[in-house]
């Protein structure tokens, strides 16, 4: 193992290649700074090694160094995804590629010179003419027939946090073989004389307003009863977009769907890239949702909605009978959504036999009960939109998409887009509250009905943060050892079922049994499945520095008095599943 001395020495030599003129002024004096200070942590945590291009792309904080977020990891990226796309589309007279970007800091500077490399590489970019939700991105990928795409967006993660989002021909985060192949292109790019840097404008045409129609008419087309949303018109729906791109759309689409009473908080509607009034841009953090509790409190209103910065994932606070605010959980949204968009179509005679529904292998298997109760095919994909978006893909000829999401405040209703969409979710949301009340039902109720019907659970969701490199290390050395020594018991039930998806066994630890799963690939994923229903999922994230537990329990509910009872024991039994896992 190298000593800090050896780190140092190392550092210090890539540090000082970016003090050469093919750097800019303020970058070279961001480095030099960091090589004159006594305390070398920062510049250690720099250039110890290089931000990767991964599967999904790139994420890092921002700053001067070959393990943050500049013009130059970004510029690499982009250069390597360009030779990547004239390698494969070679025979095409032209390529096309759009990029789009969110409100955090630096991201229209970074957006534009993706574009001025692009361009420089002889492609041709449709660039938005400002912010936009992540989701449009993808959607002006596929209307306007282009090859890729980029979106500059970190999603909900911390002001100092910036990213790079890669998309595929269909609109989708991008899978094998290409992800490896990009990857590869991408790390062939050693040294910044290779980046084209100097735009080729006629090759760059701005688009926005015309897309943005286009896009929120054919979110209009997802309802399933716009007579309830004509008869609930005036539902006080607050919305919050958490100082993101969401202002851009959803309040629009809200609209669009007939709902005249929405309701902003003013300070979250400005854009910023420093989120200053909250500590998180996360609608799932309660803390987040805070301001727009206390409006919807001041006002009475029926619905608390919330997208993250770049409009992808959907926050919901639900009002019940006591008039109290509950936030819901990402499995409840998925849950809701599904539940609803399966039954409509049901009343409405529209299933044929062929649809489907997706969700993750970490989200709630009570959206399987839901689904076979109502005869309609599952399908489980690994965490991430781009596996959604690879089951559409497989199944587009062959079968009817309903809706597909994940644990993490994703939902998906629509094939026209490609990643998850907080418009779309956030409308059907709310047509989901006017049918509810249109029914005499309140969203506590409602869920209990759905409980009622395919049996209760209840999810919690725990991130272990660990950051820099030492944080790297632990998290790997968490992952073997429970892969080495797995669970014997959790919340007092024996662990039944261990799943490796590192390498796809599916292990009975009553028989000793291994069967292989059917998946396209591996995932360093472990779940832990016990005799009494409980199901408890391990992950790495892909783009945080944290490990993600993923914790759920069963319950019957023999009617609805006996919901408040149900959830005192979930919390009971997580608690003590918890303390099994020593988190």
């Known amino acids: 193992m190298e000593t800090q001395k050896e780190l140092l020495k190392e550092v210090t030599a890539k540090a000082e290649k970016w003090l050469s003129d093919s750097y800019d002024a303020e970058t070279r004096d961001a480095v030099r700074a960091m090589l004159d200070a006594e305390d070398k942590t920062d510049l250690i945590e720099s250039f110890y090694k290089d931000l990767e291009f991964g599967t999904g792309g790139l994420r890092g904080i921002m700053g001067a160094g070959t393990n943050r977020m500049n013009i130059y990891t970004v510029g690499a990226a982009t250069q390597g995804l360009a030779n990547y796309l004239k390698e494969v589309f070679k025979d095409l007279p032209e390529i096309s590629v759009v990029v789009g970007h969110d409100v955090r800091n630096n991201s229209r500077k970074f957006a534009e010179i993706v574009a001025d490399i692009f361009s420089a590489n002889g492609i041709h970019v449709y660039l938005f003419d400002g912010f936009r939700p992540t989701p449009e991105v993808s959607y002006a990928i596929r209307r306007l027939g282009c090859q890729s795409g980029v979106n500059i967006t970190a999603s909900h993660n911390p002001k100092e946090y910036n990213g790079y989002k890669a998309y595929w021909s269909d609109g989708a985060q991008i899978i094998s073989p290409h992800d490896v192949n990009i990857i590869d292109h991408v790390n062939r790019i050693k040294d910044v004389s290779e980046i084209r840097f100097t735009p080729d404008k006629s090759k760059i045409t701005i688009i926005g307003d015309d897309i943005d129609a286009q896009f929120l008419a054919d979110i209009k087309g997802l309802t399933l009863d716009p007579d309830v949303c004509k008869r ?39 854009p910023s890239g420093d989120f200053p009034t909250v500590a998180s841009p996360n609608p799932e953090n309660p803390e987040a949702m805070a301001m727009a509790i206390a409006k919807a409190k001041e006002v ?102 309903l809706g597909g999401g994940e644990e993490s405040y994703g939902f998906l209703a629509e094939t026209f887009c490609r990643d998850k969409d907080s418009v779309s979710a956030i409308s059907l949301m709310a047509e989901i509250c006017a049918w509810a009340k249109d ?29 820099g490199r030492t944080g790297a290390e632990e998290i ?13 018991q959790l919340g007092g039930s024996p662990v039944v079922i ?39 999922s391990v992950r790495p994230s892909g783009t945080e520095p944290k490990i993600k537990f993923y914790i759920e329990v069963h319950d019957k509910m023999a009617d609805v008095a006996d919901y408040d009872r149900c959830n005192r024991d979930a919390a009971a039994k997580i608690a003590a599943i918890k303390k099994d896992l020593g988190i």
């Open 439 to 467: 029914r005499g039902l309140d969203f506590n109720q409602m869920l209990q009905e759905i409980y009622l019907k395919n049996g209760y659970s209840h999810e919690e969701g725990v991130s272990v943060v660990r950051t």
């Open 498 to 536: 261990v799943k490796d998806y590192a390498d796809l066994n599916e292990t009975d630890v009553r028989t000793g049994n291994v069967t292989k799963m059917d998946f396209p690939t591996t995932s360093n994923v472990l779940q832990f499945f016990t005799e009494d229903g409980s199901k408890v």
């Open 232 to 270: 609930q018109s005036d539902l006080k729906i607050v919305y919050t977009p958490i100082h993101g791109t969401g202002v851009k759309l959803v309040p629009a689409s809200l609209r669009n769907y007939g709902f005249t009473n929405i309701i902003h908080v003013p300070e979250q509607d400005i």
């Open 300 to 401: 009475n209103a029926d619905l608390v909605v919330a997208s993250d910065p770049d409009a992808d994932r959907i926050g919901a606070v639900v009002r019940d009978a006591k008039g109290e605010y509950q936030l819901l959980n990402g499995n409840q949204i998925v849950m809701i959504l599904l539940n609803y968009i399966m039954l409509r179509n049901r009343e409405l005679g529209l299933l044929k036999g062929n649809e489907y529904v997706v969700k993750t292998i970490v989200t709630t298997e009570t959206i399987k009960a839901i689904a076979d109760n109502n005869n309609i095919k599952m399908y489980d994909c690994y965490t991430g939109f781009k596996w959604i978006a690879s089951v559409i893909r497989d199944n587009e000829d062959t079968q009817r998409y």
């Open 476 to 488: 790997a050395r968490m992952m073997v050892e429970f892969r080495q020594n797995p669970p014997k």
